[in-house]
């Protein structure tokens, strides 16, 4: 059997105020569905993150909608799609009954008896288990289990379940949307839960996927394998943030044979305008690069004011979409503001404003005449 | 600070109590309120800026506004808010002025929940507290804790002293700002010592009339140099002074030598006159020396001869006192005789007595009889009185009784006849309703008589009617039959048949007569015929029932008249009848109590009777016992006297009896005792009498001998007589005196010889000089050395005072000179750190500047993230503002043009997320100065809208990030995105009649 996993499209998504959907299209339509047509998969994974936000644009969704019709009703590939942190899955699953009898199914709500959609291939049955992202709330609730408190617990017990219910001659494919440890993020992933507090809580175990035979994450924008090798993430449809700049953005090709042994190939894509960072100072810049719409973080080595850098880049490149001066010493005032005067003494920081303003160092009379007055000024108030 | 829990009550949209609690969070520390507009979310920020400030958090609606509109009368404005600041939990409750209600405040320390304390419960006590507690006054937190709606640009936008008083008030810089006051101050109060000292130094040039200090040391100097010749003068003067009171002193003591030696001649000469005198006095000594031994002698025979005549007169005495006993002694013995001799009476008083006290116990007895006799007599007094009393009552009791009885007899018989008088009546009463009855039927007979008539006469004309009737359906048939002829006639037809004849010729065929009746009209006809007849039949029953009625009613009649011959007029006997019943049923009724009073009366009679009976028995006892007692009274007495009868008598005459006997046994004590004592008292004076007289003797010889004595030594000592020898006397202190006279007289005289001696060596080559040349030439010369002195004291004078003044000018300008230093330096400090320098910044503005810089730093970094790299905030530094108001400006510097800009230039959105980014800033750097201010709290209201959806990401980002921090974040915003990036949620819900508050968590 031969499918593709895919991820985190973030259709509709917003970088430096710039609508991707354009890029995303050119992607979506000149690369992607190229490619399932060349390859003609028995099915499409989705692993979540479809949208960019819960009500995204109108564009996004159109885009969406004639992306899908043409891979499944052209291509008669069908497609299997969870929700991510990202979507509202409500809104996404909206007539997902209806939708999975023309093969596209889309599980957007958590189902506490398993969903699963059966594959057949000339070997046996293939099931496949959405787990569409949830917050451990709702598992609590729907299985009134105490011990449910984060995303660990709550992936390990759906997990139980689908392996109780699970034939065992059949083979499995899991997809889920979560944040495994050991995973490699990037500034362009949402944390899961808003009420998590930096890193921990909000981590899943990759040992929970063991005994699937392919495990098809969504949410971490780096294509990467975690803890066992059949555990994936295929990584973000396009670069989606400056830390992606060197990603190799990509889907997996993944052909499983009929003992479930997978083998995997990355295809990359290659979008129209790519995501970079150029260093270097302003005038080298402006002379040796050649024109290019890429998008573009630049960091200026200058030292010192410029006039006007912005401008002058966006003559040559106009997708620039972000400037660093990692040089600029804010020092151009006269004040250095490490003062740290927590920990200086009084006198000691009048010697500091003194010579500052003064550009003269406090002679030790006039420090014993300042002391005095400090002197004074305690003893007056106790 | 940090909230806790939040109660509203009457406060905006709440109506109901709301209770927030902040608690059910848990470690979620970003939290959303969420809710349409106008349900209520700035509310609960207003409400916490109110119960901790009193004000609202955009400071536009006042307490007082914010009673709710929705509320009535009775539910009470009330914001409780407790709150955590570090490590300790307070309460406060407040209500603002409403109404009749004033404004009030309560401010709790919680240590544990079950009590307490209370802190202030006065609104001013209240707000001073908090503003401690707190740290920052509500302009502060308006502008760092909470952001509020539309306002969140002000602490960006503020102008600089305002934003220079916030930061005062955070970082607490005031100490600052007092060492630059206290510079000022110090650097004026040495001005102002300097001037002084200046003064002074001109005061004293004008004192000692110089134009400087040179002057002044020149002065001194010359004086120096005139001093030095003037005590050369001095001392040649003084010199010469010396020398002329030398010789004046010698010459004045030669001239009193001279007048020494005069002097003491003088005085011995007196002394000369006098030694005569002495003379004399010192024979008187001699005589007095001889004269003393003698005077002892004198003395003791002085006292024998007084020993002498005293025991003459004791003598005498005796011999009196003893006369005197001897006749008092007669007298007792005689009395005593007398004494002995009344014994008979004695004897006799006491029989007397004897007898009398044995009457004692009879008359007692008698006494009592007495009074039992008395007693019986009142009983028996009053038992026949009683015995009379009764008896009357009796009699009277009696008379009634038989009254009663006749009464009774009468009264029985009158009811006897009720009986009878009741049936009288009945009968009377039956046949006066016949009386009636006859009378009605009478009437009916007449009214049924007439009906007969009538219905007679009815019935007759219904016969008419009927004939009549009868003749018009007669007529109207024969018409009628006439007329069927000819209808037949009609449809004759020549030829046919006649359908009655069946004649077939028609000669004469009916004419139709006009009016033929038609079958109705004989219908009609016939009708009213039946009706008449019916009439006339029902008429004849009717006559015939009057008819039967009227027999009936005469028999009737007939029977009771029979019965009723002749009873004339019943009702009046029946009235009569009935008068009598009621007498005799009233006759009854009196007969019952007649028959009761009679028992009574007739209890009381035996009664009465049975009392008359135990009185007189009882009458009979008391006099039985009477005439005992008088008998025994009478048996008594006569034992008795008459006048001993009483018992107050006898008693009396016991007493004098008594008394008596006493007497007379006490006057013969007394004679005895008289006797005895006057007849040793005689005994005893012989005795002495026998004693003084040989004292007597014993004194006069004594006396004798010693006169013998004194006159023999008298003799011995040379005094011719007495008189001579008292003339001589003299006591042993004037001895003294004398002797001491006239030894000093004596020597006195040998002092004064030997002075005229010795003055006349001294003087004796001497001889008296005027004294007056030396004086004069003493006196001019010391003159001379006076006024040369005086000179040179003056000059001495005016040198030290000079000498004073160089010194002290010299103190001064030291002064001045160390005090120009001084402020050399001080003035120069001042001056800096007061703004006088290159930059026109003062210290403490120096000092909030590099605050300022720390905040910009942290909320730059904050900035840069949400917008995307571009902007950076930054403090101007320009100077161009003088007088020291510089450097706290803000401006933002945009990576884009690199050029900074006013902070205003900024969008909405922009300008939002600078400010959130200042205030978060802020919150950081504050947390991290000692001292400082717990900031943990921040509440953003609203200013997401104006965030395209990246913007809302990276802000929200920022936020969450927070949270690692420890803060609480609560943001106000009805974006619905928000609603779900953020899980823990208080949703505000208005419903129609106020809101609600919820967390979903």
């Known amino acids: ?382 | 600070m940090k909230p806790l829990k939040l109660i509203i009550e009457g406060f905006g949209p709440y109506v109901n109590k709301q209770v927030i609690d902040f608690t059910v969070l848990g470690n979620r520390t970003l939290f959303l309120i969420h809710g349409n507009t106008g349900s209520g979310k700035s509310t609960i920020l207003d409400a916490i800026c109110f119960a901790l400030y009193g004000e609202t958090s955009g400071n536009e609606r006042t307490g007082t506004q914010m009673r709710s509109n929705f509320v009535d009368s009775s539910v009470p404005t009330e914001v409780t808010l407790e709150f955590s600041v570090g490590t300790e939990s307070y309460r406060i409750t407040r209500n603002p002025a409403y109404g009749k209600k004033l404004v009030g405040a309560a401010l709790w320390k919680i240590t544990d929940f079950i009590n307490p304390e209370l802190i202030a419960n006065k609104k001013t006590l209240a707000d001073e507290k908090m503003i401690t507690l707190l740290g920052f006054n509500a302009e502060t937190f308006r502008q760092v804790v909470v952001l509020p709606q539309g306002k969140f640009r002000e602490l960006l936008m503020a102008p600089v002293k305002e934003r220079q008083k916030i930061l005062e008030v955070l970082f607490k810089t005031e100490e600052y700002r007092v060492i630059e006051e206290a510079l000022k101050d110090a650097a004026k109060d040495i001005k102002v010592k300097a001037e002084h000292e200046l003064i002074k130094k001109r005061e004293i040039l004008n004192e000692s009339d110089c134009s400087s200090f040179d002057d002044l040391c020149f002065k001194y100097y010359e004086y120096g140099k005139c001093i030095a010749k003037y005590e050369v003068i001095v001392k040649e003067s003084q010199e010469k002074s010396e020398s002329a009171r030398n010789l004046l002193e010698r010459v004045r003591r030669d001239n009193e030598k001279l007048k020494e030696q005069e002097n003491a001649e003088e005085a011995l000469k007196s002394f000369q006159h006098r030694e005569d005198e002495f003379k004399q006095k010192q024979v008187k000594l001699i005589n007095a020396r001889k004269a003393l031994p003698l005077s002892e002698v004198e003395h003791s025979l002085n006292e024998r001869i007084k020993e002498f005549e005293k025991a003459v007169k004791d003598h005498e005495r005796s011999v009196s006192e003893l006369e005197e006993a001897g006749v008092m002694k007669k007298t007792a013995e005689e009395s005593l005789n007398t004494e002995l001799a009344g014994e008979g009476e004695r004897v006799t008083a006491q029989e007397t007595l004897s007898s009398l006290t044995g009457f004692k116990e009879k008359v007692k007895d008698i006494e009592i009889t007495k009074k039992e006799i008395i007693l019986y007599e009142t009983t028996r007094k009053k038992l026949s009185e009683k015995i009379v009393n009764t008896k009357v009552r009796y009699e009277y009791l009696k008379n009634e009784l038989t009254q009663y009885q006749s009464e009774l007899v009468n009264v029985s018989a009158i009811a006897s006849q009720k009986e009878l008088l009741e049936r009288e009546l009945a009968t009377l009463q039956q046949k006066h309703q016949q009386s009636i009855q006859l009378d009605k039927l009478k009437k009916e007979f007449l009214i049924a008589q007439n009906e007969l008539v009538k219905s007679q006469q009815h019935y007759e004309n219904l016969q008419l009617n009927l004939k009549q009737a009868k003749e018009k359906l007669d007529s109207l048939n024969a018409l009628w039959i006439e007329g069927q002829a000819a209808i037949l006639a009609k449809s004759l037809t020549a030829g046919k048949p006649c359908p009655v004849c069946g004649a077939t010729e028609h000669p004469a065929p009916a004419a139709k007569t006009d009016n033929i009746p038609t079958e109705m009209d004989i219908k009609i006809g016939g009708v009213a015929v039946d009706q008449f007849e019916l009439n006339i039949s029902f008429t004849r029953k009717e006559k015939s029932d009057i008819e039967s009625t009227l027999a009936v009613l005469r028999s009737k009649i007939e029977s009771l008249e029979i019965s009723l011959v002749a009873e004339g007029d019943t009702a009046v006997a029946v009235t009569l009848a009935q008068g009598k019943l009621k007498a005799a049923k009233d006759a009854e009724i009196r007969l019952e109590t007649i028959r009761k009073t009679l028992n009574v009366l007739e209890k009381q009679s035996t009664d009465l009777q049975k009392e008359i009976e135990s009185n007189e028995t009882e009458l009979k006892t008391v006099i039985e016992n009477e005439s005992k007692a008088r008998s025994k009274a009478e048996v008594i007495e006569k034992d008795v006297s008459e006048e001993f009868r009483t018992e107050n008598a006898l008693l009396k005459a016991i007493e004098q009896v008594q008394a008596i006997v006493l007497k007379l046994k006490e006057n013969l004590e007394k004679a005895r005792a008289n006797e005895s004592s006057a007849s040793s008292n005689f005994a005893a004076k012989t005795e002495s009498l026998k004693n003084i007289k040989k004292h007597l003797q014993l004194s006069s010889e004594q006396k004798e001998t010693l006169q013998l004595q004194f006159l023999t030594k008298l003799k011995e000592a040379g005094f011719d007589d007495v008189a001579e020898f008292q003339k001589a006397k003299m006591i042993t202190s004037g001895i003294e005196t004398l002797e001491r006279e006239i030894s000093d007289f004596f020597t006195s005289m040998q002092t004064a010889k030997d002075r005229v001696g010795r003055a006349k060596d001294v003087a004796r080559e001497l001889s008296l000089s005027d004294i007056k040349v030396f004086e004069d030439a003493y006196e001019a010369s010391r003159g001379e050395y006076e006024k040369h002195l005086k000179i040179y004291f003056d000059l001495k004078n005016t040198h030290t005072n000079i000498g004073n003044y160089i010194a002290k000018l010299e103190k001064t300008e030291k002064e001045i000179s160390s005090l120009e230093k001084t402020y050399s330096n001080l003035g120069y400090i001042s001056d800096v750190a007061n703004g006088k320098n290159a930059y026109n910044i003062t210290f403490q503005r120096f000092v909030l500047a590099s605050v300022l810089d720390d905040c910009l730093l942290v909320a730059s970094k904050r900035l840069q993230v949400m917008s995307r790299g571009r902007y950076t905030l930054e403090r101007m530094v320009s100077a161009k503002t003088g007088r020291a108001a510089g450097g706290l400006d803000l401006e933002v510097y945009d990576s884009y043009t690199g050029i900074s800009r006013q902070v205003s230039t900024l969008s909405g959105g922009e300008s939002f997320l600078a400010s959130l980014s200042m205030a978060l800033g802020l919150s950081d750097v504050v947390q991290s100065y000692s001292g400082g201010i717990h900031l943990e709290t921040i509440f953003v209201d609203e200013g997401f809208g104006n965030l395209d959806p990246e913007s809302l990401d990276l802000a929200l980002k920022a936020l969450v990030d927070l949270q690692a921090a420890g803060k609480l974040v609560g943001i106000i915003s009805h974006i619905p995105e928000l609603k779900e990036r953020i899980d823990a949620r208080l949703e505000v819900t208005f419903n129609g009649k106020g809101s609600s508050t919820r967390f979903i968590v």
């Open chain 1, 1 to 382: 059997m031969r499918f593709i996993h895919t991820s985190d499209w973030h259709l509709g998504r917003f970088f430096f105020g710039l609508h991707l959907t354009a890029d995303q299209e050119y992607l979506l339509k000149e690369q992607f569905i190229p490619l399932i047509k060349d390859t003609k998969p028995n099915v499409l994974l989705i692993s979540g993150d479809l949208y960019d936000r819960a009500v995204p644009p109108l564009e996004a969704i159109a885009l969406l909608d004639e992306v899908l019709y043409k891979i499944i009703a052209e291509l008669k590939v069908p497609v299997v799609i969870i929700s991510g942190n990202h979507d509202s899955g409500e809104r996404l699953a909206f007539a997902s009954r209806f939708l999975s009898e023309q093969k596209l199914f889309v599980f957007g709500q958590f189902n506490p008896d398993v969903d699963s959609v059966t594959i057949s291939d000339s070997y046996g049955t293939i099931n496949i288990y959405p787990l569409p992202y949830t917050e451990p709330v709702t598992i609590r609730e729907a299985f009134s289990d105490k011990n449910i408190t984060d995303h660990n617990t709550a992936v390990s017990e759906v997990l139980n379940i689908i392996k109780l219910k699970h034939t065992a001659t059949n083979r499995a494919i899991v997809m889920a949307h979560v944040f495994t440890i050991g995973g490699e993020t990037c500034e362009s992933e949402r944390p899961l839960s808003s009420s998590s507090s930096a890193g921990g809580i909000d981590t899943v175990n990759t040992s929970l996927f063991n005994g699937f035979n392919y495990t098809a994450l969504g949410h971490l924008h780096r294509a990467q394998t975690v803890g066992n090798n059949t555990v994936r993430y295929s990584g973000s449809l396009m670069k989606y943030s400056f830390s992606e700049a060197n990603h190799v953005k990509s889907v997996e090709l993944v052909d499983m044979d009929k003992d479930g042994n997978c083998t995997s190939e990355r295809i990359p894509l290659t979008p129209k305008r790519d995501l970079r960072q150029i260093t270097g100072f302003l005038k080298g810049i402006l002379n040796n690069e050649n024109r290019s719409d890429d998008y573009l973080e630049v960091t200026l080595l200058d030292e010192g004011a410029l006039l006007n850098p912005m401008e002058k880049l966006r003559e040559k490149y106009p997708n620039v979409l972000k400037i660093e001066r990692p040089m600029l010493i804010k020092t151009d005032t006269k004040f250095s503001n490490s003062l740290a005067h927590k920990n200086v003494t009084k006198s000691e920081l009048f010697s500091c404003f003194f010579k500052e303003v003064e550009n003269k160092d406090l002679s030790d009379e006039q420090k014993t005449v300042f002391n005095e007055i400090l002197n004074n000024i305690n003893k007056y108030n106790q």
